[in-house]
């Protein structure tokens, strides 16, 4: 992928430059070779420079060690396609923290429990900063969200409001029909399409945008309506979440970035003016509405949503907890985006697995028997009891973490973790995937075995304390929407299973390979076909 790139880049500047070396004259043949190799000399004492200043460890501990690279691109051209894995195998080369040169910048992995332990938990507040690509600054306002905030009051403020406002147990609570509401959609949606193939990931991922639009601003604007919009929303996000993790050149390269040569900015530029758009029509009509309008709108709900509580807030200049439109629009586009793709992606990843191993289809469906019983259906109030439900879906966040290398971090002055130096700066890679798959700590790592989170295996949570388990992340940068996570990925799942029976169409054989992205998804999509499993179907009516 890097090496067409790079070798197209050569095509250009070959073409671009040909006049340069093609000479007319000998003294201007001598000029223009004594300028070139001045020019490549003062490149390579600039690399060299570089590399030796952020290659300076603290008293005794020395950098990392790590692959060499070439000089200027670094490891860039050697790059492959599913990092998360290439990783995993570098790791077997060096050891569990090493490092690498990616262009300008210098990475670190860390794929072990005891490193990540000391980076989200003994040394967190360091490593609490970002370093977010163009293509996310393009798409948060320049940084205006959670996720790509920089350590410090800004993000502190911004998660608090989210947290507290949409995150909390009782905004949970108060919004629980309307995600009650939508499960029963989907679980219609699918009942009309039996015997025929559905694909997961479709019907999962516009479940979650749905139940996180409502959310947001759902109690005066019907979304749902405009059928055009939300399949026009998923191809958007969809490449959006692609976008985040294209290598980007102006990313290894900053003198780069004004020329945006892959033109990863652009794009992401053209999906952003769309969501921008569209969130702007959403403000406008709320702002349309009279008081009495809104509160009628509420009551019916029972619940305000989170766009009027941040409107509130833009109201408040005098308080000092104002909040900008810019800043009100970059927190809405963080939790569509970040909550939609990620959760529908396990879901898939979950009825994958299942699929692939019938004995562990038939436990699930006796236990949704046993404890929802066969003429109810599932209520977010079954889920403590599912115990095998919940040991499965950990095991599916074990084995296919959303976010295999988790959100890169940056230390914020140089420190020493795992007995090496990381210069101040460099960008931090949590290799999640390798630490779920660590033969020291996981007992035959590769296989499929829900049983392992039964029992004592129960005690380990989503919450990040096991550090051999963090498919949310740990310390103060985990997902900030791990609750309505944990209970939307379940209930779906569990509804999904409990009315239906499912199987592949005829000849189609089960492929779980991944692709890696900011979000690791399945290489191919899973369509699968449900049976009519219970006739309590009414009841979703
Ligand atoms: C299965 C679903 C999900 C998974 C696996 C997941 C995973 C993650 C991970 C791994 C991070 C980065 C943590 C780190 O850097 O250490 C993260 C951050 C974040 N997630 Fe999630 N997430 C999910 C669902 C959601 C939902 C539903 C929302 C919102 C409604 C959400 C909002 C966020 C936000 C705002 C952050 C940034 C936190 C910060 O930087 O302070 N996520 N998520």
New binding site residues.
Partial sequence: MLSDLFDRLLCAVCNQWAWWWEASSTKDELARAVLTVSILIVAIFWYRWAFVRSSKGIGSHPVPPGPRGLPIVGYLPFLSANLHEQFTELAHQYGPIYKLWLGQKLYVVLNSPSLAKEV?RDQDKVF?N?DPPVSALVASYGGL?????PHGSY?RA??KV?VRD??SNSSLEATYNLRKDEISKAIREVHSKIGTPVNIAEITFLT?MDV?MN?LWGSTVDIQVDHGVRTEFREVISKMVELLATPNLSDFFPVLKTFDIQGVAREMERLHVWVDRILDSIIDARMKMSTVEIAEAFNKKGKKDFLQILLELKGQEETGATMTLEQIKA?LT???V???D??A???EWAMAEIMHNPEVMKKVQEELSDVVGTNNIVEESHVPKLHYLNALLKET?RLH???PL????RPDQSCIVGGYTIPKDTRVF?N?WAIHKDPEVWDSPSEFKPERFLGEGSKCD?N?NNFHY?????????????P???K??IHLLASLLHSFNWHLPEGEKLDLSETFGI?MKKKIPLVAIPTQRLSSLKLYA
């Fill in positions: 989200v609490s970002r969200d959670i996720v790509w905030a993000w911004m998660r989210f949409m995150m979650e996180v959310m927190l963080d939790i569509v970040g909550g939609t990620t959760s992606t396990m879901v966040f973490p959303a976010l988790l959100v890169p971090k949590l999640v989503y990040g963090l498919p949310f992340g740990s310390g103060r940068r985990i997902c900030a929407g791990l309505l996570a944990e939307m990925v979000v």
